[in-house]
């Protein structure tokens, strides 16, 4: 029953070949779209921890801090427990970093009458202690300790990137839903269509002793098919445009630990998969509304 | 009306009993059958009993009931009051997903022929055999041989668009006979044919008949009528016609 069901779903897709391209189509390009903002949270993702791994607190000192002072500054950002490390870098050696960095340029700074910038303490933080609002509340703490002049960290940049990531999540989310419901109604649709273009023959059919199994089997294999095949193509447009377009997205500097991804085989799979479910779905309602005698 | 509105109105009658006694030649009975269809009844009171392996011809004007008789008949409409037994089965007791096994008892021929135009002769009457389950080959065969029967089997690769009219007959013939149903029922099935071809479909049915099978024909082809063949049961505005003495005979078939 099932390979006959099969076969003449085969058949009734060769012979409403348009309609059914136009709904593999409409669904490919839905996948295309949400799976493109998947891609984007992967990576955003991936970006984000690989970014917080490498995460510091530059704490600069007022000038003319003692020994002992640098010391109680040190045990006291140690005593808030976020700090894996507290690395003093002095006056001098952030100038002596700071002339190998700008390398040929340095001969820039012999003008100078003296030495500008300040002692320093470099914090590295524990892993917990790196999503931003715990970054954004430990700088303020250290910022409101004795001999602290100012605390830097990536603060504009990381509350730019938490913003646009969340936009991104929020709008992510909206068309992800838009496009389950869009999809849902193209199958929806296209059964209904193709049932109402055969009404006469579903008519016949019955008439001549069909059950509803013999007449639902054949739309629903044909509605996953769509689903099948509208979620692959979706996912291969994506991957082709993913191999063309990331090789000339050249990622450099501080961003170099970064390197994008596709999404993973499993997640691709359970897009394809949902593709063939909303098929389904789609198709269960036609058919409820249709084949009522 | 809902199956208890039917008994409850049977009872009122005094003559819900009369169900039990099933007579074993009666293959199909209609007791105090009426249709409406809002406020115009198209069938009134309507008994009538149709022996296993009879030839039925129902006759009468237009307008009469004949085609609400077989649509009755084939479950294509529920009768709004009274009772109908199919080879044994209440159709009134029958539940919708029972509906295509009762179907599958019966061959149906109809005037406008009802084949599927994207599909080819072939296909159109392997349907019936696809539907029950048959294997592909035996599919094959017995399709081909309900096709040489009617004499079509040489466009059994064609699409019935391109048929006449006699021919798209003959297949829709072949499609009811492919099955070896009981009871093969037949509306107008030379209504819109040519004398050649409507002498062509009587014959079939004939044969179909020689073969065992209960054939009811709603028919106003009085040509086909008058061949004497068969039983001529008369219906005038949704009511058999006691003139002609039908309603006599009609009765004589219930155990009252």
Redesign the interface.
Known sequence: MSMLAAKRALRDIRSNIFLNMVSVLTIALSVFIVSAFMLFFINATDFLDGWRKGVRIIVYMTDGASEAERLSLTEAIQKTGAAQEVVFISRDEAFKDLKKKIGDQSSLLDGLDKNPLPDSLEITLKDVYRGPEDIEALAARIAGLPQVDDVEYAQKWLQRFAGVYNLFKITGLVLASIFFIATLLIIANTIRIIMFSRREEIEIIRIVGADENFIRYPLFIEAILQGFLGGFLGIVALFLAFVLTVPNLSIEGAFSFFEMRFIPVKFSLAIVLCSMTIGWIGCYFSIRKFLKL | MSKLGSKLRLKDKGLSDMFVMHKENTIIRMFRVSKRYGKMEALSDLTLDIKDGEFVFVTGPSGAGKSTMIKLL?M?EIASEGAIIIDGVYMDRIT??Q???L??K?G?IFQDF???P?KTVFQNVA??L????VKPKEIQRRTMEALERVGIDDRAGELTPVLSGGEKQRVAVA?AIV?EPRIILADEPTGSLDADSASHIFQLLQDAHADGATVVVATHDQQMINTGYGRVVRLAKGRLNSEDGEMQYAGQGMDV
């Open positions: 084939y294509g919708r997903k509906i295509p096994r179907r599958r019966l149906i009802k084949l599927i994207t349907l019936v696809e539907i029950v389950g499609r099955g």
